[in-house]
């Protein structure tokens, strides 16, 4: 087998379709997300394990994709940056009266 001179040698073409977490994530586990944001069915969280605030300002970059700030990744988004909060804030603080048992006053 001949050994090649450095000049002959061709570097490798750049590789495009690699998926590099990035704050503007793309791909299929994300297609459905801007309808799932349309609907109201939820929106996305920076994380509170790899998302940091700087006297209550995020720090992290924001993905137009999620509609979130991002953090780096850590076990609890699963190295996403953002989770999904499905909470119905709706009824936090709700004023409806609980039922009175007999004796309450």
């Not at 690699?18 to 994380?47: F, P, S, Y």
């Not at 190295?79 to 309450?104: C, E, H, K, L």
């Amino acid at each position: 087998m001949a050994k090649l001179t450095a000049s002959e040698v061709q570097p490798a073409p750049p590789q495009t379709n690699l998926h590099v977490a990035t704050a503007e994530l793309k791909g299929i586990e994300l297609a459905g997300v801007a309808e799932q944001l349309e609907q109201d069915a939820g929106a996305w969280r920076a994380c509170s394990g790899c998302h940091e605030l700087i006297e209550g300002h995020p720090t992290g970059p924001w993905s137009e994709t999620l509609k979130s700030y991002m953090g780096g990744g850590c076990r609890e988004c699963g190295g996403i940056g953002a989770i999904w909060d499905n909470t119905d804030y709706s009824q936090v603080n709700d004023p409806a009266p609980i039922a009175r048992r007999d004796g309450d006053r």
